[in-house]
């Protein structure tokens, strides 16, 4: 079983491979790899998962792959707890998003390419999964990196996803930098990458109580959450992923579902001994965490893009999750992550299914009435919205409430700020679905349809996870947060159900959720418009984003782009100048000594005859003087 988990990261690997090779001759028989790809890694990670969770004994294997002397450097999987939970979700909805995909992408000139990038997506996030050290799992993380400009910017015709993927790759690399500094002051501080080995380490070292050790492993938690910012798209490195949404919807449900935003919140949580050990570090994961989440939902308050949306609610909802871990809330912050999983990647799978069947039209003051032409499509997009917005024994009720939990008692402020939070996500996302699904069509021009069954299927077995998953979170079933995927080095915190703070987050929802309908639903009873106005600056801000990526490009880009312009005409005038002129001298001079030295007896003769002459003037010259 050891060595079997070991390949599950390998068949979507050879997935790829296999289809980009083999891509004309595949045709439209590409995903037929991808999803068996898939499917074989979901089935040998069901059987690790309820191998580790039934056991709670990891699942290891590792080679020798640098020696020298007494020392070696070994490379390997190991899925503990939280592994083989991320492994499950992940196979899921991923796979799940594949044979979406394979409706959504039908008639695409690059049907095949677009598969096989999907399995080297899913590569990298299964091999981060399982890696057992922080240079594996950094060279899947790169993976995932390069995988997300390519999705993105996969239509290459269209200027804006070009710049949406050069943005995202730009951008997170940023944060892979502060990864890739943190993991050498941990090697160097620590002496080990491996996760089982700082478990154990990291731990004795604080103990230590030295000055110089705390201070450098402190510093190497905050450039290891510098990695999570950028790929997680934390404030301030957030730009990217509403941008994201320039790539095709099923990237859109794996980048912001299974893998790449995912990918910065399991990074903490798998090197959370580093964190647990130095609380200012923790602190910051906190505050980011909350600031992010309260951000985002402010922006998705007045967005029309129907995927825009979902993308500033990934945002906030990521916040949650990196909120729970810096409270030290390690089970809620998983928790939560696996829930949103198959929730988000139901909503950006039913906003595409709304796309697809409304023509391409993505601004969602054009829809309404879309529950009739789309019933399927309606039925799910209600379970996730119900699921996010909190809605008692839906999966975000029990895994929202942990995370406000542990706030209440960690810290007010950020529990004030979760709960208006909660209340911003159900008015946002029944905004959302108000608009969408009931009421008159708007645009009455178009004539929309229901999706194929191979893109809707996905979704109705999506909806049963989005409503039935969050129940081993719930208070009869919490073993599974504490005992499965609690890691060893925390210690286990018993579990009381606070009926007042589930009491003020149901009613936040419920709140939400009565403003959307006075405001959005078929008799509105107060005018959008006029709240608008009232609100004023405030509903500017929110429209405009905070005007962060105007900031970035006054105070950032255009001045590196006029110090690029300026280092770029002292390189073309003074340093090219320079060595181009220095050769253009030497081919004149060698120029005019070719014609001197051309082998032609008439020009020799010339030559001889001018020079004679040239001489008799000079010494006429001389004797007349």
Known sequence: MNILAALIPVFPLLGFAFIILNGKRLGERAPIVAVGASLISAVIALFAYTRVLATHTPLSWSFEWIA???????????????????????????????????????????????????????????????????????????????????????YTAKPSANAAGIKAFLTTRLGDVGLMMGIFLLWWTAGTINFEE???????????????????????????????????????????????????TPVSALIHAATMVAAGVFLVARTFMVFVNFPDALELVAVVGGFTALFAALIALTQTDIKRVLAYSTLSQLGYMVMALGLGAYAAGIFHLIT??????????????????????????????????????????????????????????????????????????????????????????????????????????????????????????????????????????????????????????????????????TAAALLGFVLAVLMYGPSPKILPERVAAGFGKLYQLSLHKFYIDEIYQSVIIAPTVGLARLLFGFDQGAIDGSVNGTGRGVRLISGAARWLTAGNLQWYAITFLAGAVGLALIALRALAG
């Open 68 to 154: 020298w002397g007494e020392g070696a450097i070994r490379m390997g999987v190991h899925i503990d707890g939280v592994g083989a939970v991320m492994l499950f979700m992940v196979t899921v909805v991923g796979t799940l998003i594949e044979i979406y995909a394979i409706g959504y992408m039908k008639g695409d000139y690059y049907y095949s390419r677009f598969f096989a990038y999907m399995s080297l997506f899913m590569a990298g996030m299964l091999g981060m999964v399982v890696a057992d050290n922080m240079l594996l799992l950094f060279v899947s993380w790169e993976i995932m990196g390069l995988c997300s400009y390519f999705l993105i910017g996969f």
């Open 198 to 248: 700082l478990g154990l380490v990291v731990p004795q070292l604080q103990m230590l109580g030295m000055d110089h050790l705390t201070l450098a492993l402190t510093i190497a938690a905050v450039l290891i959450f510098v990695g999570t910012i950028g790929k997680s798209a934390q404030f301030p490195l957030h730009v990217w992923l509403p941008d994201a949404m320039e790539g095709p």
């Open 340 to 505: 949103h999983a198959f929730f988000k990647a139901l909503l950006f799978m039913g906003a595409g299914a709304v796309i697809h069947g409304y023509h391409h039209v993505q601004d969602i003051r054009r829809m309404g009435g879309l529950r009739h032409s789309m019933p399927r499509t309606h039925i799910s997009f209600l379970v996730a919205t119900l699921a996010i917005a909190g809605c008692p024994l839906f999966s975000g009720f029990w895994s929202k409430d942990e995370i406000l939990l542990a706030a209440f008692h960690g810290n007010r402020i950020l529990w004030g700020v979760g709960t208006f939070t909660a209340f911003l996500t159900a008015f946002y996302m029944f905004r959302l679905y108000l608009l969408t699904f009931t009421g008159r069509q708007r645009d009455t021009a178009i004539r929309p349809h229901e999706s194929p069954r191979v893109m809707t299927t996905p979704l109705l077995i999506l909806a049963v996870f989005a409503f039935g998953i969050g129940f081993p979170g719930s208070p009869l079933m919490h073993f599974w947060v504490q005992g499965a995927i609690h890691p060893s080095y925390l210690p286990h915190t018993e579990h009381a159900v606070n009926l007042g703070i589930m009491g003020i987050s």
